[in-house]
């Protein structure tokens, strides 16, 4: 019990006490640790090492791949970069769909030091109340990181951008973003060829694994048909993020490939043109080339504009449109189907020379015939007398078509028409085509429950009845009788390839005798209208009653101007034409135009001046009909 | 000073704490380093880390130059002077993360609960050197009081950690100086019905909510469980031989939070790997070793039963976080010796290492 080695500190005190208390105590005996003590803290260390190397070894080497899997998938991130859609030109090259520039501005919260101030700011440069853009900033904010450009506005106007641009030093924060926008500058002229795109909705993104939240995809039209080409394929960045979702670095890992610009094979001039010649009639205009079935010009009228769809239709528009009497979102070239009325007349007579039927044989026409209690009129009143078959097509005589086709019967004339392509889509590389409907005795079993009745026959004879057929059918048909039989599918496209569908079955001869008789017709028949000096010409119309034929006081006919606009006649005219080499088919549509030589007949014609350029002279439109039909009559 | 003092310095664990804490500076300086695009920045905590440490080792050294059986006397103002400081966080501590924990004095902040622990191992060691034999009722309740009072003013604060950390020294301490078995038997059946009393009455709600992480990480993985899916990935993604110094995407990317304090170890893991984990781990159980030694060579009583409680210091320390990086604990803020980053706890580790390295060289100081 002795101070042992007193240091500095103890040493410098002099207070007795402390130095005693200060003392160390030695103790008298050996010191020997507890015995159980040091096996305790062996074992303890030994638990430690063992515990702490197994579970390093499970982790980093058992499971160490699944974790290194987990932190690269931590850190990397894929983007993706827009591959610009292909442009959709004219035969002749100009822009029908372009991707224009856009300027949107948005807004990265981070960066932005007084965010009301920077959002009144926002809505005066884009001339947007206010609390509209407070709204869409509160609607949006927590979808974006903090870091993360929120775009605000979508649309400015390029010297609005350039007014921004300088001013926007002093706005931390906001920013200029240049996006694509598909546009569509011919508008109405081609909404229904070129349809449009808008963004994709959840069936598309599912279906296709490829596209993504806020991808623009063909919704209708060419735009839909031809996406695949159109798209092209998007590009990725590889970007290294932090635990914050902040991007550290950005590599090009593949580069975007545009899509493909497509070339159609319609003409901007003719279809303006087409448009033009139809004015306020709601109708359409069919041309196509009989060798290629490619299409130089499909209108249809009213239509819309197409651009409204690109960045979402309003609901005020929507309604717009979909109330309008005048259907301007049907592409009345291949979704409506109309009654042909006298232009069936072709296939029929096709259909009777391949039977046998001579075209010599005359039949007498008295203006009517009774079938039981029913009178089956000839357009005629008085009837064109004796008729063979080249007469009743030249003047559209409907009593030798009634009797001959009774001879055929329904079933005949069905399988017939049905090989020509009717009563099935032509395969027209647009949407929602219709097949228009070639009656039979099984169909009306089906639809109505009673046995066909041959007073039907006689209708589907003249293109009338239940007969029905959309004018790119009657353009396919027109084109076959012209190029040997071939049944193309129309083409938009002008690089596409002459597709084969079927083939009439016809021999050549008749359908030389058809085109002949068109060509007649155009001369001296119910077409004349379209006939002109320099080009062989030819054609065939048709009047389609949409009611059952009215009678006013006495047994006159209505007038056009007198009925209800829906109770007017469909006009109708499918023509040829061949000038230098060139032949086009050209089918006129106008739905309750009234008369297909009077009203449909000048527009094809003012197709033909824009193909083979304006007539020299005028045929003879003001005389009178050589036929001289009589007031009320309407030769079709 | 006796010449043969030096002679008898543990030069063996004086190494192995240098090794360890340069590799813990060095792995502060990866930890803390933080890619942007172009470049690093890194922070000053390794800086701040090294002056801590040049602090540690002056303080080591001061504990090496007195008898360390002196200590022996001060441990009673020691204990007082400590109740004192912890008395006064509360009143006019500095806030930082909703804790009350530290004293501020100007040009540094200390943290009382860290000078607690060094009384509370000197008092105790004081009381357990009383007597050889096992300890009776009388030994054992007030060696655990000694605990319990700073332990109670700690746990306000709130911090759970230091509180577990004293308590469990204390107990490393008893055990390793032997219980009557009667005794033992009666702790080993109350802890049980203490721990459910932790549960409701003891334990904050996020506190709860770490141990339900724990137990699983799936809960809510973008809130509690993100430090431990984080921190087991980071590991797990070294695999065996680590993705090299600086090259750690978890750390560096700041996925893993924490990182240069009670996650340093896993910024190490994930650089270094398993190899290097297993040298970790190696080097602090020949570190734990040569504590143990000493204790076992220690001439007296008192020295001996000093040590062990600055073992089971270590011990826990790195067995409780190396532990929960490894996701085997719940995340409890308890850091590792030498390798995390942290003022206070750089100086006191250095200068309980001082007071085993005195213990150490005076083994033979009274064999005559």
Redesign the interface.
């Known amino acids: 019990m002795t101070d042992a080695k007193p240091n500095a500190l103890t040493a410098a005190i002099q207070n007795k006490r402390l130095r005693a208390w200060l003392s160390i105590q030695v103790e008298s005996e050996r010191y020997q640790p507890p015995r159980y003590g040091i096996v305790l803290l062996q074992v303890l260390v030994g638990i430690l090492f063992f515990v702490l190397v197994t579970r390093l070894w499970y982790l980093q080497v058992h499971s160490g791949g699944e974790f290194a899997r987990q932190a690269q998938e931590n850190r990397l991130r894929l983007e993706r970069i827009d591959a610009p859609r292909g442009r959709i030109l004219d035969m002749k090259g100009k822009v029908l769909a372009d991707n224009r520039t856009t300027y949107g501005l948005s807004l990265i919260r981070e960066d932005c030091a007084d965010i009301p101030a920077t959002l009144a700011r926002i809505a005066e440069w884009a001339g947007v109340p206010l609390n509209q853009v407070t709204e869409s900033y509160n609607q949006n904010r927590l979808r974006v990181k903090p870091f993360e450009p929120l775009l605000m506005i979508t649309d400015i106007p390029f010297d609005k951008v350039a007014r921004i641009e300088s001013e926007r030093n002093s706005w931390p924060g906001v920013e200029v973003k240049v996006r694509s926008k598909r546009s569509y500058p011919e508008k109405e002229f081609f909404a229904h060829v070129l349809g449009y795109v808008a963004e994709v909705n959840d069936r598309e993104l599912a279906r296709d694994p490829s596209l993504a939240m806020g991808d623009m995809v063909g919704k209708l039209g060419l735009e839909m048909e031809l996406e695949s080409r159109l798209r092209g394929q998007k590009g990725q960045y590889s970007l290294e993020v932090d635990a914050h979702g902040r991007t550290l670095w950005k590599t090009l890992k593949k580069e975007p490939q545009s899509g493909e610009e497509v070339r159609l094979s319609l003409d901007i001039a003719l279809q303006r043109a087409g448009w033009n010649a139809l004015g306020e009639e709601a109708g359409c205009i069919v041309v196509m080339e009989p060798d290629s079935g490619k299409l130089r010009a499909l209108i249809t009228s009213p239509a819309y504009d197409n651009n409204l769809f690109t960045s979402g239709i309003s609901q005020k528009d929507w309604d717009l449109l979909r109330n309008n009497k005048r259907y301007p979102l049907q592409n009345r070239v291949i979704q409506s189907p109309y009654p042909p009325g006298s232009v069936w007349k072709l296939i029929m007579a096709s259909l009777f020379l391949e039977r046998g039927v001579s075209p010599r044989e005359s039949v007498y026409c008295p203006g009517e015939i009774k079938l039981g209690n029913q009178i089956f009129r000839c357009w005629k009143r008085g009837g064109h007398g004796s008729v063979n078959l080249e007469s009743a097509l030249v003047n559209s005589c409907d009593v030798y078509f009634y009797l001959m086709a009774e001879r055929q019967g329904i079933d005949r004339i069905e399988r017939f028409a049905k090989a020509c392509g009717f009563g099935s889509p032509t395969g027209i590389d647009l949407p929602h085509e219709a097949s228009g409907l070639v009656p039979s005795r099984e169909w009306k079993w089906r639809r109505l429950g009673r046995p066909w009745v041959r007073g039907e026959t006689y209708n589907v004879s003249i293109g009338q009845g239940t007969l029905l057929v959309t004018p790119i059918q009657m353009a396919v048909f027109v084109s076959a009788l012209l190029n040997g039989g071939d049944i193309l599918k129309p083409q938009l496209v002008d690089d596409a390839v002459p597709e084969t569908k079927a083939r009439v079955p016809a021999k050549p001869e008749t359908l030389k005798f058809v085109v002949n008789a068109m060509r007649k017709t155009a001369a001296q028949g119910t077409a004349r209208v379209v006939s002109r000096p320099d080009a062989d010409m030819g054609g065939k119309t048709g009047t389609a009653q949409v009611v059952k034929l009215k009678l006013a006081a006495g047994d006159r006919r209505l007038r056009t101007s007198e009925m209800e606009y829906s109770q007017r006649d469909h006009a109708w005219i499918a023509t040829w034409g061949t000038k230098n080499d060139k032949t086009y088919v050209v089918v006129v549509m106008v739905e309750h135009g009234g008369g297909g030589s009077s009203v449909a007949g000048p527009i094809a014609a003012k197709m033909y001046d824009h193909l083979f350029g304006a007539r020299r002279e005028t045929p003879k439109p003001a005389e009178p009909e050589p036929a001289a039909p009589q007031p009320g009559d309407r030769p079709d | 000073m ?1 010449k043969r003092l030096l002679y008898y310095i543990n030069w063996g664990l004086l190494a192995y704490v240098l090794i360890l804490y340069l590799l813990g500076v060095g792995n502060l300086y990866s930890a803390s380093s ?5 470049g690093f920045a890194v922070a000053d905590f390794y800086q701040k880390q090294l002056i801590w440490g040049v602090c540690g080792i002056g303080g080591m050294l001061l504990a090496m ?3 360390y ?2 200590l ?2 001060l441990a009673w103002p020691f204990f007082l002077a400590s109740l004192v400081l912890l008395c006064l966080v509360p009143l006019v501590g500095k806030k930082v993360y909703g804790a009350t924990r530290w004293l501020s004095l100007g040009f540094m902040s200390i943290q009382p609960s860290e000078v607690a622990k060094l009384a509370v191992l000197l008092l105790a060691a004081r009381l357990l050197a009383k007597e ?1 034999r096992p300890l009776g009722w009388k030994d054992f309740l007030s060696v655990l009081a000694v605990g319990l009072v700073p332990s109670a003013l700690i746990i306000t604060q709130p911090d759970l950690g230091t509180t577990l950390m004293l308590m469990l020294i204390l107990a490393g301490m008893i ?4 219980l009557r078995g009667h005794i033992l038997k009666i702790c080993l059946v109350s802890l049980p019905c203490i721990a459910p009393l932790m549960w409701f009455v003891g334990m904050h709600d996020y506190q709860r909510q770490r141990i339900l992480t724990f137990l699983d990480p799936g809960i809510d993985p973008r809130g509690s469980g993100y430090h431990i899916l984080q921190s ?9 031989w680590g993705k090299g110094f600086k090259e750690g ?2 750390s560096q ?3 893993l939070p924490e990182r240069h304090s009670d996650f340093a170890v896993a910024v190490f ?2 650089e270094w ?2 190899v290097g ?2 040298c970790l ?2 080097l ?2 020949l570190f ?2 040569s504590i ?1 030694s000493t ?2 060579q ?5 020295g ?1 039963i000093l040590v ?1 409680g600055i ?1 089971f210091y270590f ?1 826990w320390q ?2 409780i976080n ?2 929960m990086v ?3 604990m719940p995340v409890v803020g308890i850091p590792l010796p030498f390798i995390s980053y942290g003022g206070s706890a750089t100086l006191l580790n250095f200068t309980l290492l001082g007071i085993v390295l005195n213990v150490s060289m005076r083994r033979f ?2 064999k005559s």
């Open positions: 006796d933080t890619r942007l695009g172009s130059t007195f008898d059986r002196q022996r006397n050889q055990l390793f100086r032997g087991r990935i980071a590991i797990g993604s070294g695999q065996l995407t978890q990317l700041r996925f893991g994930e790997g398993f984990c297993l781990v190696t602090f159980c734990l070793l143990f204790a076992v220690a001439k007296d009583r008192f001996s062990v073992f011990f790195i067995f190396i532990s490894l996701g085997l100081m009274f």
